[in-house]
């Protein structure tokens, strides 16, 4: 690491791999998304009662469930889904949903869409999760637009369009949804369902990345680091960076490695570059490693001892309520 451009050239590299890969949203990622969605729909509906107050609650949620109530058949359907007051059952769970969905309740329709994606309690059914969703979306569901958007964006479920992708992305964003603002992002950065534009890029990009969105951060700090799309700052880039990485993003550890390697934007610190190759190397990023075990001829026995410390007391704090990328939820 004694040349300047090397690392540089590496940093790019590493990010720009972020910014092309991101918008591909490889199909295991999107299904992670669902994931997340399952706890932010009880955020929803208010549907926050400790054990015991949803036992007691039960026998009138069913009650009105059995009368046909569309808000108390999605109720009951969460707390199968969730195992909440009763044992958890993903079928009965899809049968309470599938009558609320019916009826044209939103949540229920969004969660429909979703067992449908993950095969939860339902064969496996894109086309049919595209429906569902699609119907959430029209009543301006936000996570059913999240949803719609992923399925015109992979072509699942639906034939592919971009264009379709960024609309209800931008629908989704426009609502405040740090996800749906990072793809937004990253379809103006790639030119795709709109024109390329960098500085459209960077508004969305920061507005997810202010919501604690990991992977918005990182973009938001390459293109503050290569000023695109905004003027160049090293330590802005730096800040965004190390946001990033203190949520475990191994990418960000990277750059933000060599930030410190290189004393841009941060003053050059070898304890804190070997910190966060290493860090990032703990994740198999191949890269990373390479530049740690470099740096570490550099460093001496007292320096690498304290790095490989700091190292091990590491421990990541998710910002707000972003645990990992989503398409279809939050």
């Known amino acids: 690491m004694n040349a300047k451009s090397a690392p ?22 999107a299904n992670a998304q669902v994931d997340l969605a399952t706890n932010n729909v009880g955020q929803l509906t208010n549907d926050t009662a400790a054990p015991a107050q949803e036992q007691r609650e039960l026998p009138e949620l069913r009650q009105n469930a059995d009368k ?23 079928i009965e769970a899809v049968k309470w949903y599938r009558k609320a969905a019916e009826q044209g309740n939103a949540d229920a329709q969004y969660r429909l869409g979703r067992c449908c994606v993950r095969g939860l309690g339902v064969a496996t059914n894109q086309t049919e999760a595209f429906q569902w969703f699609r119907k959430a979306a029209e009543q301006g569901h936000v996570w059913g637009q999240l949803g719609l958007a992923s399925c015109y964006d992979e072509g699942e479920g639906v034939e592919k369009n971009q264009a379709e992708a960024v609309k209800w992305y931008r629908k989704a964003a426009k609502q405040g949804n740090a996800q749906a603002q990072y793809n937004l992002g990253v379809c103006y950065s790639d030119g795709e369902g709109v024109e390329k534009n960098q500085t459209e890029a960077v508004k969305w990009y920061r507005k997810a990345a202010e919501q604690g ?3 918005a951060q990182v973009n938001l700090g390459f293109c503050c680091e290569r000023g695109s799309g905004v003027e160049k700052n090293l330590t802005e880039a730096v800040k965004w960076y190390r946001r990033a990485a203190d949520q475990g993003d ?14 841009e934007g941060v003053p050059k610190d ?9 860090l990032a190397a703990s994740q198999e990023l191949t890269t990373a490693a390479e530049e740690r075990e470099h740096l570490a001829l550099s ?23 972003e645990r990992r990328r989503q398409n279809y939820g939050d």
């Open 68 to 90: 046909g109530d569309p808000s108390a058949e999605f109720l009951l359907g969460k707390r199968y889904e969730d195992g909440l007051g009763v044992e958890s059952n993903q």
């Open 213 to 215: 969105n990991a992977k």
């Open 8 to 29: 540089i050239a590496l940093s790019a590299i590493i990010a720009v791999s972020l910014l092309l890969a991101s918008c591909g949203k490889p199909k295991q990622e």
């Open 299 to 321: 460093m001496t026995p007292a320096q690498l001892a304290e790095a490989r410390r700091r190292s091990s007391e590491f421990v990541p704090k998710k910002e707000g309520k």
């Open 250 to 263: 191994a990418g960000a550890q990277f750059n933000l490695g060599t930030c410190y390697a290189l004393g």
């Open 270 to 278: 070898l304890v804190e570059a070997y910190k966060w190759f290493n």
